[in-house]
C-alpha cells in the first residue's frame, strides 16, 4: 500500500493569461481511492487531463505508475483507464462494437464478458445514443478498465444517475480497489467522496487547499458536532439548559438541537440532565461536519 | 481482427447506419442522378455524354464535402477524439478511415450509376474504362482529403456548412456537371479551374469518355493528385485532437494552401 503510483510535483497548467492549475503537488499510494474535489473551474479537469496525457503541462514532474505522460503516450495507455465526463463515443456505435474496437487498439481480446457483469448484455446491439445514462456510463466504466489497467481515472463517474446506478458504480469501484486499482474521483459529489476516497484532494482557483483523509480534513475544520434529542417529557424543548461545550441551541419539531465542540462531554451531560430530572431518553443524534461542511468552509474562505 | 480493420468495419456501417451519412453518401446522389437522368436529357441532349462521369463526380462531391466533415467536427466537439486519443487510436486512423469508408460507399454508388445509366437514360459508356476508373479513385481521394481536411479546420458545425458549400456550390454551377466548361465565359472558366470537379471533368472527359478535354487531361489528374496529397498532409498538420484547439501547430488559414497547385494548373492550360 506504500507504493505511489501517481505522484505530481508543482504542477502548472495555463490557458492563454488563465491560470487553470498554479503549483499543485501531491501523490496517491497503489490501491488508494482518491479523491478530487472542487468547485466548477477549480481546475480538477486540467490538472486529470495533464495525468492522463491529453494535455501537456506549462511545468511540473508528473508521474503515473513510473510513467511521464507527456513523453510516453503509448505507455500510458497500457497503464491507465480513464472514464471522461463527456461519454466520447460515436452515436451509432454499439456496446459490442465499442468493447471490439477499443481492446483492438489497446491488443487484447475483446472483454464482452464486462458487457454481462455491468448489465448491459440486453443492450450490446443497442445504439449508444439508444442507452440510458446509467447504461452510457456503465458502458464508458466497462470500457476503461477492459484492458485491467493499473490506474482508473473516474472523471464525475455518477454524475446523472440514479441511486440504484450510483450504489452498483460504487460497488464496482470497491471492487477495484480490492483488486489493487488506484483510482482517482473527480466528483463534486462530497457524500461519494466520503464514502469511497481513502484520501481527497480539494482544488480551489486551481490551488491545493487541503488534502487527506475525509476524516481528517473534517476534523481539521471548524465545524461543530451537531447533537439532536428528543426525550418523552420534552424536558430540553421547555428552557436553554446549561449544557458544557455547546455553543448554539435550538429546537426543531420534538427535538432540542445542540451544537458541541466536545461531542464526549455534551452527550454525558445531556443523558445524566435527562435521566437525573425523571425524563426518559427515546432518540439522541450525533452528526459530526461532513465533508461537505468543510469543503463549504473552505471555498468561503477564499474568494 | 486488426485494430484498424475493425475500426474501418464499424465506420463503414455507419455510413449506412447514420441516416445523415445514408443520405449525403446513397439516397441524394441516387435520387439526384435519377431525376436528372429524367429531365436533364429531355432538356439537354449533351448532358447525355456525360451523365455517367458528371453523377458519379455528384456522388463524389456530395458524400466528400457534405458528408465528410460535419462528423468530424462532431466527434472534436463531443469528445470522442479525446477519448480515442486515451484508448490509442492513432490520429492517422481518425482521418483515413472515415475518408476510406466514404470511398468504398462512393464505388458502390458509382456501380449502381454505371450499371444503369445505359439503361435507363441511353448513356454512353466510357470508351476506356482503367481511365474511368483511375479518374473516379483519383477525384474521391482529393474530395476526400478535402473534405478531411474542412472537418479538420472548421471550428463549429455551423461554419462547416459554409465552407462544404463554398466548395460544393460553385461545383456544381461551374464544375462542369451541368453545363460544359467550354460554355462558360472566360472570368467563369478562369475561377472554375481552381474546383477540382473541373478537373475532376475535364480527366473525365479526355481519357476516359473519348469527348475531348478543354486543357491538358492529364495535367488535370496531376493537379487533383498533388492537391489531394496536400490536403491530407495540411488535415495531419493542422489536427487537433479537441475543441480548445491550444495545441493546433498551425493557423487553419494554410488550409488554402490546397489551391496551389490549381492556380499553377491555371496559369500553366
Not at chain 1, 58 to 73: E, K, M
Not at chain 2, 23 to 28: R, V
Not at chain 2, 127 to 133: D, I, V
Amino acid at each position: 500500500m506504500n507504493d505511489i503510483m501517481i505522484d505530481v510535483q508543482g504542477l502548472r497548467k495555463q490557458y492563454g493569461a488563465f491560470v487553470a492549475v498554479a503549483d499543485v503537488s501531491f501523490h496517491v499510494r497503489r490501491g488508494e481511492i482518491f479523491g478530487l474535489l472542487g468547485p466548477n473551474g477549480a481546475g480538477k479537469t486540467s490538472a486529470l487531463e495533464c495525468l492522463e496525457g491529453i494535455r501537456r503541462p506549462d511545468a511540473g514532474r508528473l508521474r503515473v505508475a513510473g510513467i511521464d505522460p507527456t513523453r510516453q503516450a503509448g505507455k500510458l495507455r497500457q497503464v491507465i483507464g480513464v472514464q471522461l465526463q463527456a461519454a466520447g463515443l460515436p452515436e451509432s456505435i454499439t456496446p459490442d462494437e465499442a468493447m471490439a474496437l477499443f481492446c483492438r487498439y489497446h491488443a487484447i481480446a475483446p472483454r464482452y464478458d464486462l458487457l454481462d457483469r455491468f448489465g448491459l448484455t440486453a443492450k450490446r446491439h443497442t445504439q449508444f445514443h439508444q442507452l440510458s445514462t446509467g447504461q452510457q456510463r456503465r458502458l464508458a466504466l466497462a470500457l476503461a478498465i477492459a484492458h485491467e489497467p493499473a490506474v482508473l481515472f473516474l472523471d464525475e463517474p455518477t454524475a446523472g444517475l440514479d441511486v440504484h446506478s450510483r450504489a452498483e458504480l460504487h460497488g464496482v469501484m470497491g471492487e477495484l480497489r480490492q483488486q489493487g486499482t488506484t483510482i482517482i474521483l473527480a466528483t463534486h459529489d462530497m457524500a461519494e467522496a466520503e464514502a469511497l476516497a481513502d484520501r481527497v484532494a480539494i482544488l480551489l482557483n486551481g490551488r491545493l487547499a487541503a488534502i487527506g483523509a475525509p476524516l481528517e480534513l473534517t476534523a481539521a475544520g471548524n465545524g461543530l458536532t451537531k447533537v439532536s434529542v428528543h426525550t418523552r417529557d420534552g424536558l430540553l424543548l421547555a428552557t436553554q439548559s446549561p449544557i458544557p461545550a455547546v455553543t448554539q441551541q435550538t429546537v426543531k419539531e420534538q427535538y432540542a438541537i445542540y451544537f458541541s465542540h466536545n461531542i464526549g462531554q455534551t452527550v454525558a451531560a445531556l443523558i445524566a440532565h435527562v435521566t437525573d430530572r425523571g425524563d426518559e431518553l427515546i432518540d439522541l443524534r450525533v452528526e459530526r461536519p461532513s465533508l461537505e461542511d468543510r469543503f463549504l468552509e473552505l471555498t468561503n474562505e477564499r474568494p | 481482427m486488426h485494430a484498424f480493420t475493425a475500426h474501418f468495419a464499424f465506420e463503414f456501417r455507419t455510413g449506412i447506419r447514420n441516416k445523415n451519412l445514408l443520405l449525403l453518401n446513397y439516397l441524394f446522389p441516387l435520387g439526384f442522378y435519377l431525376m436528372m437522368g429524367l429531365i436533364m436529357t429531355g432538356i439537354n441532349p449533351l448532358f447525355q455524354d456525360t451523365i455517367l462521369p458528371a453523377m458519379s463526380l455528384f456522388a463524389v462531391l456530395a458524400a466528400t464535402l457534405l458528408g465528410l466533415p460535419d462528423p468530424l467536427v462532431n466527434a472534436r466537439e463531443s469528445g470522442i477524439f479525446r477519448s480515442y486519443k486515451i484508448n490509442g487510436v492513432p490520429a492517422a486512423s481518425i482521418l483515413a478511415i472515415p475518408a476510406l469508408t466514404t470511398a468504398l460507399h462512393l464505388a458502390v454508388v458509382m456501380a449502381i450509376i454505371c450499371l444503369t445509366a445505359p439503361l435507363l437514360f441511353e448513356a454512353p459508356t466510357p470508351q476506356n474504362w482503367g481511365a474511368f476508373l483511375l479518374v473516379f479513385v483519383v477525384a474521391t481521394f482529393t474530395c476526400a482529403s478535402w473534405g478531411v481536411l474542412i472537418g479538420v479546420v472548421s471550428p463549429s458545425t455551423r461554419m462547416t456548412v459554409l465552407y462544404a458549400q463554398a466548395v460544393f456550390l460553385p461545383s456544381m454551377l461551374i464544375g462542369g456537371l451541368m453545363l460544359p466548361y467550354s460554355m462558360l465565359p472566360e472570368a467563369a472558366a478562369a475561377f472554375a479551374q481552381l474546383l477540382p470537379a473541373t478537373h475532376a471533368m475535364n480527366a473525365f472527359n479526355g481519357l476516359a469518355m473519348g469527348a475531348g478535354a478543354d486543357f491538358s487531361p492529364w495535367g488535370s489528374l496531376v493537379v487533383l493528385l498533388l492537391s489531394g496529397l496536400l490536403a491530407l498532409g495540411l488535415a495531419g498538420y493542422l489536427f487537433s485532437w479537441d475543441s480548445r484547439n491550444t495545441e493546433r501547430r498551425g493557423h487553419p488559414l494554410l488550409a488554402l494552401l490546397v489551391l496551389a497547385p490549381f492556380i499553377v494548373g491555371l496559369l500553366m492550360f
